[in-house]
């Protein structure tokens, strides 16, 4: 029997010695080839079919859909009835929202965008970089209800989006190449053809002169939104603001009151971060 085949018994891990000599603490092997199977999928950072998920875990597709049963019954992981494919689960998300609380430049951002949303009276979502995109981890709702399916996990399109855009103006390129790369396939620096490369990229410059960006009605119809970038004082991008509203009802002018109110509140976070042992910059992309 080989050595994964064995640990999928569920027997304990007996200890050992570590290199230099020290004892390793006993474990349990079932829960670490658990562990692997859910690493395999987060280093995906795609759904799989069974048997690309079981080949990364290194552990029989058998031993694999074993796993796998209790792991979508915890709700680690969950398979998509459609395609057949397995993706994070709601505790999964559960524990990354968990793990974010505890970064300062989200714990400083949330009271202040929820007074923000109450100030203006218009939707704020706060986003991280995740390994997809942009991605929403905080939604502040106010006013009246959006014909937009946004909501905490939501990731936004790189170029179609004011978040996303605000996102490839200030993100280090490393990382941006690699999160346009999930999103579309291709390299950041093959997205376009040189002349639209060209004007995406004064269009970018424009967004780190003003530090705001904006959407009219896209990418959805009656839908409009200014984003804001959030910056730890080595000028790292932390997080993004973006205000969403109605066309026609919000103002997303760079010299309006609510992009007055928007950058107010961007500054006042990367001042608490100032202070702060630490800040999200990239970490979790």
Same mark, same amino acid.
């Given at each position: 029997?080989?050595?994964?085949?064995?640990?999928?018994?569920?027997?304990?891990?007996?200890?050992?010695?570590?290199?230099?000599?020290?004892?390793?603490?006993?474990?349990?092997?079932?829960?670490?080839?658990?562990?692997?199977?859910?690493?395999?999928?987060?280093?995906?950072?795609?759904?799989?079919?069974?048997?690309?998920?079981?080949?990364?875990?290194?552990?029989?597709?058998?031993?694999?859909?074993?796993?796998?049963?209790?792991?979508?019954?915890?709700?680690?992981?969950?398979?998509?009835?459609?395609?057949?494919?397995?993706?994070?689960?709601?505790?999964?998300?559960?524990?990354?929202?968990?793990?974010?609380?505890?970064?300062?430049?989200?714990?400083?951002?949330?009271?202040?965008?929820?007074?923000?949303?109450?100030?203006?009276?218009?939707?704020?979502?706060?986003?991280?970089?995740?390994?997809?995109?942009?991605?929403?981890?905080?939604?502040?709702?106010?006013?009246?209800?959006?014909?937009?399916?946004?909501?905490?996990?939501?990731?936004?399109?790189?170029?179609?989006?004011?978040?996303?855009?605000?996102?490839?103006?200030?993100?280090?390129?490393?990382?941006?190449?690699?999160?346009?790369?999930?999103?579309?396939?291709?390299?950041?620096?093959?997205?376009?053809?040189?002349?639209?490369?060209?004007?995406?990229?004064? !269009? =970018? &410059?424009?967004?780190?002169?003003?530090?705001?960006?904006?959407?009219?009605? /896209? %990418? #959805?119809?009656?839908? +409009? $939104?200014?984003?804001?970038?959030?910056?730890?004082?080595?000028?790292?991008?932390?997080?993004?603001?973006?205000?969403?509203?109605?066309?026609?009802?919000?103002?997303?002018?760079?010299?309006?009151?609510?992009?007055? !109110? =928007? &950058?107010?509140?961007?500054?006042?976070?990367?001042?608490?971060?100032?202070? /702060? %042992? #630490?800040?999200?910059? +990239? $970490?979790?992309?």
């Amino acid at each position: 029997m080989s050595k994964a085949a064995k640990s999928a018994t569920g027997k304990g891990a007996g200890g050992g010695e570590t290199a230099d000599g020290g004892k390793t603490q006993r474990g349990i092997q079932s829960v670490e080839v658990g562990g692997r199977v859910l690493l395999a999928l987060a280093q995906a950072r795609a759904p799989l079919a069974l048997s690309d998920l079981a080949s990364a875990a290194q552990i029989a597709p058998g031993q694999a859909h074993a796993y796998l049963v209790s792991l979508t019954r915890l709700g680690l992981i969950k398979r998509d009835e459609l395609s057949g494919r397995y993706e994070p689960g709601p505790l999964s998300l559960r524990l990354g929202l968990l793990h974010l609380e505890s970064q300062p430049a989200f714990r400083a951002a949330v009271p202040r965008v929820a007074a923000l949303a109450e100030a203006i009276g218009f939707s704020v979502a706060i986003c991280i970089a995740g390994p997809q995109g942009p991605t929403i981890v905080r939604y502040e709702h106010a006013g009246f209800p959006l014909h937009v399916n946004l909501h905490v996990g939501t990731v936004m399109s790189l170029p179609a989006t004011s978040t996303g855009r605000v996102f490839c103006a200030f993100l280090p390129r490393d990382v941006l190449d690699a999160m346009w790369a999930n999103q579309s396939g291709v390299a950041n620096s093959a997205m376009t053809p040189p002349g639209e490369r060209a004007a995406f990229d004064a !269009a =970018l &410059r424009r967004i780190r002169a003003r530090g705001l960006e904006s959407s009219v009605d /896209a %990418p #959805s119809p009656g839908i +409009s $939104s200014i984003s804001a970038p959030v910056q730890d004082i080595d000028g790292h991008l932390s997080l993004a603001l973006t205000v969403i509203g109605s066309t026609g009802a919000i103002d997303v002018t760079a010299d309006g009151p609510i992009a007055r !109110a =928007l &950058r107010a509140t961007a500054h006042d976070i990367g001042a608490a971060l100032a202070s /702060a %042992p #630490s800040v999200i910059a +990239s $970490s979790l992309s």
